[in-house]
């Protein structure tokens, strides 16, 4: 049931209504709020369980006892057990959660699948009573996108929610980090357990549909397997991992300033607050930082004492820098067997909390120049990216059917078809499709604009099967059929020639699933009058 909205001093205070993000990471998992009426997001505070504002340490302790206690998140740090060995401890578990044939190297008496949901039920409960929440979205793996969705969906039945939408990571990250559909890029996450990088190429680019989110539940009905949607997930060109990340930086820190001393939970976060202050780019290279932990062996407080230098040679002498070395050649390696060089990159974007590392981005863009380098905020990127996906929680339908502009082909002196949205795009558009229009014989004085859409009987159609395209075979060209009812002339106010350059026009559809174009001449800059084309349904 829906919470009413809470009365303080005899007068009631509005709820705000919006979208909550969940990005359940490895080490930290992100919580975020936009009101869906605007476009500021907030990383919420939700006590005990955050270490600050939007990040939870993904950890879960479970006591043995009937009903059993739970510790979530931070209140596992400030209990001390984050480090413990007990079984009834998980901590790392998303990576394993639908994982096929990997063995988890830590046996905890919680499975990762029971962790994960006791994360979500808990995050669910601590959302603040002023906050109503209209959608839930939520993040998955690329790789195990369709096993992870129908964990989600299990896991999430019973939240009193209207609406759940799923995004792929990949996706989220560049959205977050500003990337448009279409791009290729690599995705460095350099986590507090794991490096992960992901050569991915985003849904969407002139004429083909935009990634958009999957909805899980929709006006309060469950979808799961009833959905016609189509899945678009970023297509992953080339993927590496290993198993370290920043708090193992940590333990080599604490390890190297101090060898003798045991490895607590003190000695770690102070290691860690240490590296977060030499991360700062206008830090000088020489100046020494001072932090202090409390040495229980000792019954007093210590000092650690590190310089930036230091610490970028500390990386170099554990061999940091080659695992990422091992780790780009063999991504990079398999985007060239799906004919993506580096060269084809638009872009890198590095998130995750060692992003802040100032010797990690200048390597990155050493490695991977000219490629321009991307560092969004690193721990909040993916989460806002979902959010980003979901704007303003307007619900977005999709084409059955694409639409096409027949055009004339200057180099081959013909007419051909053009797609303008191909089936799969979402609606209302988020951004008008432009196109430069040439004349086609001598004097021209209108462009006619026809449209078509498919016949889809018996053309090519490419599924997705587990994430691997499938091409179901038919002729190589689906016919068009052109539709009489939506064709427009436009006067031109000088005579064109053959070739010559005479409108650019934009492409939209609206809220009722109509065509519109709209643009200028370009002779004359003149303004072409907004058309409505008609209905694409």
Same mark, same amino acid.
């Given at each position: ?69 739970k ?21 790392? *578990?998303? /990576? ?12 905890p @008496?919680?499975?990762p ?54 995004? =792929? ?13 279409g ?48 899945? /678009?997930?970023? #297509? ?9 990340g920043? /708090? ?12 003798n ?8 976060? @102070?290691?860690? /607050? ?16 001072v ?9 007093? @407080? ?13 990386? #170099? =002498? ?11 050649k063999?991504t ?13 990159? =638009?872009?890198?974007?590095l998130?995750?909390g060692g ?38 929680? !307007?619900?977005? =339908? ?7 502009l ?15 949205? $191909? ?5 209302? !558009? ?25 016949? *889809? ?5 490419? $599924? ?23 064709n ?13 350059d ?5 492409? @939209? ?29």
């Amino acid at each position: 049931m829906e919470k009413e909205n809470t009365i303080t001093n005899n007068s009631y205070i509005p709820r705000e209504k919006g979208t909550l993000a969940i990005d359940l990471g490895n080490s930290t998992t992100v919580v975020a709020f936009q009101n869906e009426n605007n476009s500021q997001i907030q990383l919420l505070n939700l006590a005990p369980l955050c270490r600050e504002p939007g990040q939870i340490p993904s950890i879960v302790w479970s006591s043995t006892e009937c009903p059993p206690y739970k510790a979530i998140g931070n209140e596992v740090v400030q209990l001390g057990l984050e480090e413990s060995q007990e079984a009834n401890i998980i901590s790392d *578990f998303k /990576r394993w959660i639908c994982a096929p044939n990997q063995p988890i190297i830590k046996n905890p @008496s919680i499975s990762p699948e029971k962790a994960g949901e006791i994360l979500i039920h808990e995050i669910w409960k601590k959302i603040p009573h002023q906050l109503e929440v209209k959608r839930l979205v939520l993040t998955a793996p690329v790789e195990t996108y369709r096993k992870y969705r129908c964990w989600l969906f299990e896991v999430c039945k019973d939240l009193q929610v209207s609406e759940i939408a799923l995004v =792929d990571e990949p996706t989220a990250a560049a959205m977050g980090a500003g990337l448009a559909p279409g791009s290729k890029l690599l995705v460095v996450d350099i986590g507090g357990s794991t490096i992960d990088m992901s050569l991915v190429e985003l849904q969407g680019g002139e004429g083909k549909a935009e990634p958009v989110a999957q909805l899980l539940r929709f006006g309060g009905h469950d979808l799961a397997e009833k959905s016609n949607q189509i899945l /678009r997930c970023a #297509k992953v060109l080339g993927k590496a991992g290993q198993r370290i990340g920043g /708090r193992d930086i940590d333990r080599w820190i604490a390890n190297h300033l101090s060898p003798n001393t045991p490895i607590t939970e003190s000695l770690l976060n @102070s290691a860690e /607050r240490l590296k977060c202050k030499l991360s700062e780019p206008e830090l000088k290279e020489t100046k020494i930082l001072v932090e202090k932990f409390n040495n229980s062996s000792k019954s007093n @407080s210590q000092e650690l004492r590190l310089c930036k230098q230091d610490l970028e040679q500390l990386l #170099k =002498d554990r061999g940091f820098l080659k695992s990422l070395e091992t780790l780009l050649k063999h991504t990079l390696a398999s985007g060239i067997s799906n004919s993506c060089a580096l060269t084809d990159i =638009d872009k890198i974007v590095l998130v995750g909390g060692g992003a802040r590392i100032p010797l990690i981005k200048k390597w990155l863009k050493d490695q991977c120049a000219p490629v321009p380098l991307l560092t969004p905020p690193p721990i909040e990127t993916v989460a806002v990216g979902a959010l980003n996906l979901t704007p303003g929680v !307007t619900v977005r =339908d999709v084409l059955q059917k694409g639409v096409s502009l027949r055009c004339w082909d200057q180099k081959n002196k013909i007419h051909m078809w053009h797609p303008l949205f $191909i089936a799969g795009q979402p609606w209302p !558009t988020t951004k008008p499709l432009e196109i430069i229009l040439a004349a086609s014989k001598v004097n021209q004085q209108e462009i006619e604009l026809k449209i078509g859409e498919p016949d *889809f009987e018996g053309a090519n159609e490419v $599924i997705y099967i587990d994430g691997i395209p499938t091409i179901k075979e038919g002729p190589q060209k689906p016919t068009i059929r052109e539709s009489f009812n939506r064709n427009i002339s436009i006067l031109l106010s000088n005579p064109a020639q053959p070739g010559e350059d005479c409108l650019k026009l934009q492409f @939209s559809i609206n809220n009722d699933c109509e065509l519109n174009v709209a643009g200028n001449e370009l002779k004359s800059s003149e303004e072409i009058q907004p058309r409505n084309l008609g209905s694409i349904r």
